[in-house]
């Protein structure tokens, strides 16, 4: 069964139909088409997904679109504006925290929603924080870095 | 100010559009027409197939094709054609759970997976057999008809004399190690999009890391000519070696797709990635190391049994890789390898990065540690005494060039403060380490070994670089760009780098075997001072200079003990547009075949540059919840020249986070019916963020290397010697020997419960 769905997704708002079993994920994907959130395993468990709904991380597969209605989303093509990069994506670039960049997107969300919490966590509180998104290639020791190298950025930090 | 951030390398040339979300994925891609394809796989591990009804999923509305056996060419495929097993679809019988047996194409996802639904299949169940020992008894059930025995394929190499040496050797350990089935876990599932268009040409969109032999296979199993197949890649979302064979959903899309005239979309969900993804080889492994008592090594003789899985694959490749590693490291003089493949009705193995030099490597590198302890000698010590040299022969016909091994070895010793703390550390604490050697440059296997480059150079002074180096996530694509920015004289970010159309690129083995910084990085050299000769002579034309006085570095170009500096598009736009001469470059490069090269004989010859390393590692254990923690892991590895210190780091932190899944967390684990309980993240742990230890990586440059700039590659070696350098460090902690990975907690209790009884 089809219904009305209002959300608005980086700042655009959206009028579209969509059947009310859709995940959130799905519609980003498939009905906006903003290609950059992923799907690693629609189950809820690699964090690949994850958007900030209102501010806060949450698995977009395992949200359904219609809990979205009148809700603000963020989404990796969000972030930064125009050609500039937020400063988490910057640190993610230059500290060599992207290997395949499947799980980067959602990484990148989930850290900053930790540090628009947490300017300044420890090194604990950035494990506690990132351990539902999973990556396969890094090993996270450059994850761990970029995420540090984030909030020193935001605090008024420079590269080099 | 405070500095956030200090660059060791630059930064990849594809960060910012994978930080932005802007980089295609082949599951991101759209196409106008596209269906879904959606393949019913087996939930019987062994049965035969009485009858197949499609025709409720036929004619469900949004249906637009129901394929079987019978609708699919008949071929059977394999990887190596010889060993040919596997229909597209099966025919009478299915080997694991998971097997292909029809497929549908359908307007969306809800019908097709609907019309899976309504496909009745009436299977008869046969005996099922998971166990390699069940396998090879007497009279056991056949998992392929028509063969002799569920042992499929055997390999046998001999040197020296290993019994004359074990009746020498004054210390001889002997034991059995077992590993078990892991799944790559990429985590862009494998996926494609297949299009048969009007002209008879298939075009297929996947994630590849070897897309021209995959072409080849393609079109093998369709019975095409292979000029009609064209492979094309997007970004990619992970390897690991998963991703070099070809995958049946291709074959199965492409029907689908000639038989709708649509381009058709088949994605795994997780739960068929972990079930028919292919997995790492499990090995058993009977291995018996003998040396004297001063501590020289001199036999080795490891008898290996490759669980196959139900169809073939990689699987001689893998242990014939294995054999030449294990052949190789220490340059033991005397060696007998007995390899044997046998099939199981599971889901088959495929190549994993380490190719199967992690699972020997784990057997090698703890009984080695087993030895030193018979010996009672320090085993780094012993280690030391074996170490193999730069420009050593192997009495297996290894031919090392440039070792770094002795630094590598005594750099992670001291960094893990192997001294202070090896037998000494605190109660419940321990250090251990392992070595490791690996192929620096993929090989020789195919009998032969070259790559070739192309470049052209824009009349702006921009650079396309055209090399078959696959991205999978591991950075070829900066290397390359690196390499020929480095011999071009331009700017890194000058250079868009192009690898992902068989239609485009020169024929390629691949990416694997660590090959493409050496193999593709060479040829891409080679491109770019082809490229460089023409760009140096049109600027000496345009200059009025000799050419030998040009200089151009950072997209710059001035003579040689001049201030006056030209823009390179000042050049390129000169020769372009008022000669009509633009700037290109072709590159090949061919490891030559050692003199006396043949397949068959060749062994260890077939490498054409070797990679050393170690690992050290210190754990601590709870002996109440058998819980072992590591606490901190030491890598350093050889990398020649190092290209991009960020990108190699990231490949060794990658690998140990890898090898630590391999050595405590991962395993497909099986019911007694065949299926896989463990079939997602929930239960088929890898290690998250708050797993992985603090891991240091060190790159340690050595010379003698062929690779461009004497790099080697970096891709693999670091989640070798992870495992036995862990199970080893237990040893240390707590006095027990773990001879299988992963080793879990339960198998800690348990040696530690049998240790206690065995001193009382
Ligand atoms: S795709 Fe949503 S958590 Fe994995
Ligand atoms: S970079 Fe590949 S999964 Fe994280």
């Not at chain 1, 290609?35 to 809820?44: D, E, L």
């Not at chain 2, 559009?17 to 019913?40: C, H, N, W």
């Not at chain 2, 010793?413 to 050697?437: D, T």
């Amino acid at each position: 069964m089809k219904r009305e769905l209002h959300i608005r997704v980086n700042g655009d708002e959206y009028h579209l139909l969509v059947e009310t079993h859709r995940t959130l994920l799905e519609v980003i994907r498939d009905e906006i088409g903003l290609t950059g959130t992923k799907n690693g395993c629609g189950q809820g468990e690699c964090g690949a997904c994850t958007v900030l709904l209102d501010g806060e991380p949450v698995n977009s597969c395992l949200v359904l679109a219609h809990e979205a209605e009148g809700h603000d989303v963020l989404t990796i093509e969000g972030l930064g504006s125009g050609d500039t990069l937020h400063p988490v994506q910057r640190a993610f670039v230059e500290t060599g925290a992207i290997q395949c960049g499947y799980c980067t997107p959602g990484m990148v969300l989930t850290a900053k929603a930790l540090l628009d919490h947490n300017p300044t966590p420890t090194r604990a509180e950035i494990l506690e924080g990132l351990k539902g998104n999973l990556c396969r290639c890094t090993g996270y020791v450059k994850i761990v870095e970029a995420v540090e190298a984030a909030s020193c950025l935001l605090e008024g930090g420079e590269i080099e | 100010m405070k500095t956030c951030i200090v660059r060791k390398g630059l930064p990849r040339i594809d960060a910012i559009p994978k930080v932005s979300g802007e980089a295609q994925y082949t599951v991101d891609l759209k196409m106008p027409g596209l269906l879904v394809g959606k393949i019913l796989r087996s939930p019987h591990a062994h049965a035969r197939i009485k009858s197949i009804d499609t025709s409720a999923a036929k004619a469900l509305d949004g249906v637009l094709a129901v394929i079987t056996a019978e609708d699919v060419p008949e071929n059977l495929f394999a990887f190596y054609q010889w060993q040919a097993d596997k229909h597209i679809l099966c025919t009478d019988r299915v080997r694991y759970v998971g097997d292909e047996v029809a497929a549908v194409a359908a307007m969306d996802d809800d019908t097709a997976e609907a019309a899976l639904d309504l496909i009745k299949v009436e299977y008869e169940a046969l005996p099922v057999i998971l166990d390699i020992d069940e396998a090879m008894k007497p009279g056991a059930q056949l998992i392929h008809e028509g063969k002799e025995s569920n042992s499929t394929w055997s390999v046998d190499r001999l040197f020296g004399d290993p019994d004359k040496a074990l009746a020498e050797c004054d210390y001889v350990v002997e034991g059995t190690y077992v590993t078990h089935q892991l799944a790559h876990c990429c985590l862009e599932v494998s996926n494609c999009i297949a299009k048969w268009d009007k002209r008879d040409k298939l075009t297929i969109w996947t994630n590849a890391q070897a897309p021209h032999t995959q072409r080849q296979e393609v079109a093998r199993v369709l019975g095409i000519p292979r000029r009609n197949v064209r492979i094309i890649n997007s970004t990619m979302g992970g390897g690991f070696g998963s991703k070099l064979v070809m995958d049946m959903k291709l074959p199965i899309a492409s029907v689908l797709s000639r038989l709708t005239g649509r381009p058709v979309r088949i994605v795994n969900t997780r739960s068929e990635e972990f079930t028919t993804a292919k997995t790492r080889y499990p090995y058993t492994l009977h291995l018996k190391t003998g040396a004297t008592k001063d501590g020289k090594i001199l036999v080795r003789d490891l008898t290996l049994i490759g669980d196959n899985g139900a169809y073939h694959d990689k699987g001689p490749a893998t242990i014939n890789f294995s054999s030449m590693m294990f052949g190789t490291l220490y340059n033991v003089p005397n060696i007998r390898f007995h390899g044997e493949l046998v099939y199981t009705n599971k889901a088959m193995g495929t190549a994993f990065r380490g190719f199967g030099n992690p699972q020997v490597t784990f057997a090698t590198e703890s009984q080695i540690d087993e030895l030193a302890e018979k010996m009672g000698m320090d085993p780094l010590e012993l280690r030391r005494r074996n170490v193999n040299h730069p420009d050593e022969t192997a009495a297996c016909g290894a031919e090392v060039c440039g070792c770094a091994m002795s630094e590598c070895m005594e750099l992670a010793a001291k960094e893990i403060g192997w001294e202070e703390k090896r037998g000494k550390g605190a109660p419940l604490r321990g250090v251990g380490l392992a070595n490791m050697v690996h192929t620096g440059g993929g090989g020789r296997f195919y009998g032969f070994n070259s790559a070739e480059a192309i470049i052209k150079l824009s009349d702006e002074g921009t650079v396309t670089l055209i090399t078959s180096a696959l991205d999978m996530g591991q950075g070829a694509h900066t290397a390359m760009a690196q390499i020929a920015a480095e011999e071009l004289g331009v700017r890194l970010e000058d250079i868009n780098v192009l690898s992902h159309d068989t239609e485009l690129t020169p024929y390629d083995l691949g990416s694997w075997g660590s090959r493409a910084t050496f193999m593709n990085g060479n040829a891409v050299l080679a491109a770019a001072e082809d490229a460089r000769q023409s760009l140096v002579e049109a600027a000496a034309e345009m200059l009025e200079a000799d050419p030998a006085d040009i200089l151009v570095e950072e997209s710059k170009v001035w003579v040689k003990g001049s201030h006056e500096k030209h823009d390179l598009s000042e050049v390129v736009d000169h020769t372009v547009n008022e000669h009509g001469e633009p700037i290109s470059g072709i590159g090949r490069f061919v490891d030559h075949l050692p003199e006396g090269y043949t397949i068959p004989t060749a062994f260890a010859k077939n490498i054409p540059c070797f990679s050393f390393g170690t690992q050290a590692v210190e754990v601590e254990v709870d002996p109440e919840t058998g819980q072992v923690n590591v606490l901190r892991v030491v890598a350093a590895h050889e990398t020649g020249t190092t290209i991009n210190q960020t990108m190699a780091e990231g490949q060794l932190e990658g690998s140990m986070a890898q090898g630590i899944g391999f050595a405590l967390m991962e395993r497909l684990v099986h019911d007694d019916e065949g299926r896989i309980v463990n079939d997602r993240f929930l239960d088929y742990k890898i290690p998250n963020i708050g797993d992985v230890p603090e891991m240091k990586a060190y790159c340690v440059e050595s010379v003698g290397t062929r690779g461009p700039f004497g790099a080697k590659g970096i891709g693999e070696p670091g989640l070798v010697p992870t495992a036995p350098a862990i199970a080893n460090a237990i040893y240390d902690a707590i006095g027990v020997r773990l001879h299988e990975v992963p080793m879990t907690r339960e198998q800690i209790i348990k040696a530690l419960k049998e240790k206690r009884a065995s001193e009382t």
